[in-house]
């Protein structure tokens, strides 16, 4: 079944907070592969000219991609068909620990390709204060539909 056309420019209320702590950080990091110690340790993360450990770029993708929006069961997505297209990250700044963050995400695109379904969703990550940290840009492809 093809996807809601009606949830295009569709945006959903900011996510609970999430905390940023520097365990989450370092299992990121450990997940991804990257050694950097910015991402482990404060003092070589300091020397960097950062406050704390320091996220890696791609960190977004833990608190951006998902959310009660694209469970709404009108969307029509069927997540065991879903594969992941493409991402991108603009920052503000890099995420830090001990930042808690909310994400408010907007669908932007929703179009066929074939027999796939392409959708672009947009998330804004900011502080719980408001503070501006990046903004993701995530395709998903729903394979078959």
Known sequence: ????RDFIGR???????Y????IKIREFA????????IYRDAEAAKAAGHPDVIAPPTFPIVVSLGGPGLADPDLNLN??????GEQRFEYTRP???GDVVTCTSTITEIRSIGNNEKMVIETDIRTVGGEPICKTYNTIVERGA
Do not use: C, K, T
């Open 95 to 97: 995420i830090q620990a």
């Open 1 to 4: 079944m093809a996807l809601n």
């Open 30 to 37: 450990d997940a991804i592969g990257d050694r950097d110690p």
């Open 11 to 17: 945006s959903f209320p900011p996510s609970e907070p």
């Open 79 to 84: 997540y065991a068909m879903v594969v992941h």
């Open 19 to 22: 905390e940023v702590s520097r």
